[in-house]
């Protein structure tokens, strides 16, 4: 609970923050009031004043400090700081022992574990960045260090410059432990804290030493062998010391320079792939590339150099993988997927050659081969007149930091003359973690434009149901691990239960991936999961093997197109278990739940499209069959009572509701509940949810058990 007590730290935490070389102070605003609560070593030394005079500074009068010309910037950015987002990221100039100089200053605001809302600031001098004007180009902003292009220009001379004066230079690849996770508990604000105070400490620990931010939590030091070891232990100590007093550690692969010649960023490859030996074993601190490593390191240089020669030559081919509408079991969507054929090695597996074009921001050129090839796919089904079902393509997270990605698919699709509804766009939610408003104008561009727009891998290490309110999607892929090891009496059971139950009344449409039994489907499609896809249904084949074929080679058929809009809107109604009343528990016991279906009306006849094993339960006391019921019920039809028949008659026309008593179903009277779902003109279909609200003249031994 918040609090306005006056907050302290004490002992050695105390000592540790206030001797970290991170430029940072932390206070509290009470009462309109800016009370100082901790300065570190490192912003003494950055504003080469004492802390009794930045205490009297920024609880007087802050504004003194900044230059005149920012100060109307800096003004409003601070109140928008204290008193609505607890975020501020704004450059500002400053006199700092009579020489002007910009400062970069962020902060973020936190909860502290009794009750108090602390806010942290950390700066960093970033005059000689504004003044050269190259941040955008050769600056990563967050942390005002080098990008990799930068470094790639640095290291070439400085590592040429080490070995003229007999060093042996070291590549240090630095990997920030569990960030991902730092991130979900924390927060990214106070995770950017974590980011820009490690760019801090290297710049520390290594002093002139060429260096740069990579991407995300990974950073890149080219140094002397000399005490590397001393260094890397150095720069674990101080992280440790950051301002959000957040548990944080990291990791180091080194590759030592041996003259064998290779680039720089073969050099940094090495080093990454060192570091990441090491990424799960927590008492290791650092790793030294080795010939061990040498089989990777090879794998990711084949991936590297032949990249151009496999887009050129159409070694990189488009594989399709059907997706099924779970109420029907057809085809409704393919997923593209991207396999190549390599002439030297074979089939190389899309984990051996995706992650290493992600890391080396080549992944962009194959998202947009790949987008072309969609194209080129659906214009010759399109001249054949075969079924054309949309296709969904994964978007990697940093084509959004290297291009306008909704621009470049616009351009393609446009080209071919594709219809936008066609294709959809999928983003794992890993793109998610930052910058949240440039995304959220990215997807409601896509969705304007007549895209639907997916979200990948919701379930991933990743996940964030924040993400779910912050962001309009179409559909929400769950991860296949929701189907690992899946058990009807499991765990995972409940809570995919509750996760499918909770995006359908977001009105979201989910799809799970990972489908290999028929239980498993059967039991995606009655908790409410609008569409799979698994080697249930196939694997992945090459596209032309879906040209000229009706029915694929598993017996699976196309979805009827023109119903997508009458099915997309059965998949946003659920089975959400409603508790049983007292009178209706006597039938079917006390922890039961009330029997709910959704059912498809055509020709006087219905069949379900989902249903609960409530309903099921009630279906086998009026005399179904089990295996019609509890089996893939796709062509099961029952024609009921004349009177129910007309109520959903009414329900359809009117889309409102109607209630039934007392209707005759082989000698049991039921009353219930009949809602409007969907209507399908052209055919004279409809959809309409039924729950059962009594049944007279059951007993508790007419109830037959619900296990299939």
Not at 64 to 91: C, I, M, N, Y
Not at 627 to 641: L, S
Not at 642 to 656: D, G, N, Q, T, Y
Not at 672 to 690: H, L, M, R, W
């Amino acid at each position: 609970m918040h609090t306005d007590a006056i907050y302290e730290f004490y002992g050695r935490q105390k000592n540790d923050m206030e001797s970290a070389v991170v430029p940072f102070v932390i206070f509290q605003y009470i009462d309109q009031e800016l009370h100082i609560v901790l300065i570190s070593d490192g912003m003494c030394q950055l504003l080469e004043e004492r802390r009794s005079d930045i205490t009297r500074m920024l609880e007087n009068s802050i504004w003194t400090s900044v230059h005149p010309e920012d100060v109307e910037l800096f003004s409003a950015k601070w109140a928008h700081f204290l008193d609505e987002s607890g975020q501020l990221d704004v450059v500002f100039k400053r006199v700092v022992n009579n020489l002007l100089r910009s400062i970069h200053a962020q902060g973020a605001s936190y909860m502290a574990d009794t009750g108090e809302k602390l806010y942290v600031l950390w700066c960093s001098d970033v005059t000689d960045i504004v003044n050269a004007e190259k941040i955008n180009t050769y600056y990563d902003k967050l942390t005002n260090m080098p990008n990799m292009s930068a470094f790639g220009i640095m290291a070439e001379r400085e590592r040429s410059r080490m070995r003229s004066k007999g060093m042996v230079p070291a590549f240090v690849y630095f990997d920030i432990r569990d960030m991902k996770a730092i991130n979900e508990k924390y927060g990214f604000s106070r995770g950017n804290g974590i980011l820009s105070g490690t760019a801090f400490v290297l710049k520390d620990v290594f002093e002139n030493d060429a260096m740069a931010r990579l991407s995300d939590d990974h950073f890149i030091v080219l140094t002397n062998k000399r005490h590397l070891e001393q260094k890397i232990e150095q720069v674990n100590d101080q992280i440790l010391r950051n301002p959000m007093g957040i548990p944080v550690q990291v990791c180091a692969g080194i590759y030592i320079d041996d003259k064998t010649g290779i680039d720089v960023f073969a050099s940094i490859d090495r080093a990454r792939i060192a570091c990441k030996s090491i990424k799960g074993d927590y008492n290791r601190k650092y790793h030294v590339f080795d010939r061990d490593m040498f089989t990777e390191y090879r794998q990711r240089r084949h991936v590297l150099n032949h990249f151009d020669e496999a887009l050129e030559n159409g070694y990189i081919r488009l594989y399709y993988m059907p997706i099924v509408r779970t109420v029907t079991g057809k085809v409704c969507d393919m997923e593209a997927l991207a396999r190549w054929i390599d002439p030297e090695k074979g089939m190389l597996p899309p984990s051996q050659f995706i992650p290493v074009l992600e890391d080396n921001r080549l992944i962009n050129r194959l998202d947009f081969y790949m987008l072309r090839k969609i194209c080129e796919s659906l214009s010759r089904q399109k001249s054949m007149n075969m079924p054309l079902v949309p296709v969904s393509v994964n978007i990697s997270r940093s084509n959004f930091e290297v291009c306008d990605v909704f621009d470049e698919v616009l351009s393609i699709v446009n080209e071919y003359n594709i219809a936008h509804h066609l294709l959809t766009v999928e983003i794992t939610e890993s793109a998610f973690i930052k910058n949240q408003q440039f995304l959220t104008n990215q997807i409601e561009r896509f969705r304007e434009a007549g895209f639907n727009v997916w979200m990948d891998d919701f379930g991933s290490e990743y996940s964030s149901l924040n993400t779910l309110q912050e962001y309009s999607f179409d559909l929400i892929k769950l991860d296949m691990r929701f189907m690992k090891n899946f058990s009807l009496t499991g765990k995972n059971r409940l809570i995919l239960s509750d996760v499918i139950s909770m995006i359908s009344r977001l009105g979201v449409s989910t799809l799970a991936e990972g489908v290999q039994t028929k239980e498993q489907l059967r039991f995606l499609r009655d908790a409410g999961c609008d569409k799979a896809q698994g080697f249930l249904f196939g694997k992945p084949m090459p596209c032309e093997y879906f040209y000229d074929k009706p029915t694929l080679y598993n017996g699976l058929n196309y979805d009827d197109t023109s119903k997508t809009a009458y099915y997309d809107k059965v998949s946003t109604v659920g089975l959400d278990p409603i508790p049983s009343g007292s009178e209706f528990g006597h039938y079917f016991g006390d922890d039961a739940i009330t029997p709910v279906a959704i059912l498809e009306f055509q020709h006087d006849r219905f069949r379900i499209l989902k249903a609960n094993n409530a309903y099921k339960a009630f279906l086998l006391a009026i005399g179904e069959k089990r295996e019609a019921i509890f089996d893939d019920y796709y062509d099961w039809y029952r024609r009921p009572a004349p009177r129910f028949i007309e109520a959903v008659r009414h329900c359809l026309s009117s889309h409102k509701s109607e209630s039934i008593l007392n209707i005759d179903e082989r000698g049991l009277l039921v009353s219930a509940n009949i809602s409007f779902v969907a209507y399908e003109p052209k055919s004279d279909t409809g959809a309409v949810q039924i729950v059962i609200t009594n049944v007279d003249g059951m007993i508790a031994a007419d109830l037959p058990k619900l296990t299939p």
